[in-house]
């Protein structure tokens, strides 16, 4: 069956530090894949799109990356500050162009200054 | 631009009851997605449309659950009867196009059923 995994577990790092956040995919062929940031009571927030030929997308502090082979994307936040603290999602649109925009479950980041 | 605009922001009803949620997509945006968010099973899709049609709600939970996109500028996702395990936070999102590029979701709608 087709899933995405994001840590479950929260991600609690020091001020300062880079924040790496993982998603894992199985069973998908993802035209490409979006991170979203979501603050509590908030709709979620596009911050990046990288597609699947891509290997390394930046912007600002935050660096995307994408292995079709792992099937894997890491999120990354450098000098990370306490207003970063949020949920973070990843999505993926399958290949085939279905329009589907499918969630993983998020991994929530804390940052304590 | 004003976003995505979805009302009510929080609504509290009996078990058995209609609810309907509203949304209004960002202007000039041809694709609109429903979802519902619960701690227990995270973001889900519940239906899309392209153009106001409905492409795809194989995500829409039961027949008690129904959405209708009368124009570009409207949306309303329907629940009746309501069930205690409806309670969700519904959001609304908006694309420019079917397939491409990001979504831009509304502030979402807490429906919590007693």
């Known amino acids: 069956s087709q899933k995405i995994e994001q840590n479950s577990e929260a991600l609690n790092i020091q001020e300062g530090k880079t924040a790496t956040l993982t998603c894992n995919y199985t069973?998908?062929?993802?035209?490409?894949l979006q991170w979203y940031r979501q603050d509590p009571g908030r709709g979620p927030v596009f911050l990046l799109l990288i597609r699947e030929n891509e290997k390394e997308k930046r912007k600002e502090r935050l660096k995307v990356t994408f292995d079709t082979t792992l099937k894997q994307s890491l999120f990354h936040i450098t000098a990370s500050q306490p207003a970063d603290s949020a949920t973070y999602l990843c999505a993926l649109l399958g290949s085939s162009n279905t329009g589907k925009l499918i969630f993983g479950q998020g991994t929530t980041l804390q940052v304590k200054p | 631009d004003a976003g995505v605009i979805q009302s009510p922001r929080h609504e509290v009803t009996e078990m058995g009851q209609e609810v309907t949620l509203r949304c209004k997509p960002i202007s000039g945006h041809n694709s609109l997605f429903w979802y519902r968010q619960t701690m227990m099973r995270g973001l889900e899709l519940l239906i899309y449309f392209n153009n106001n049609v409905p492409i795809d709600d194989s995500g829409m939970p039961e027949d008690r659950f129904s959405a209708k996109m009368p124009n570009a500028s409207f949306s309303t996702l329907k629940i009746q009867p309501s069930e205690p395990r409806d309670s969700a936070v519904y959001f609304c999102a908006s694309s420019l196009a079917w397939g491409v590029g990001e979504l831009f979701f509304g502030e979402g709608s807490r429906l919590t059923v007693l």
């Open positions: 069973n998908y062929s993802p035209a490409y």
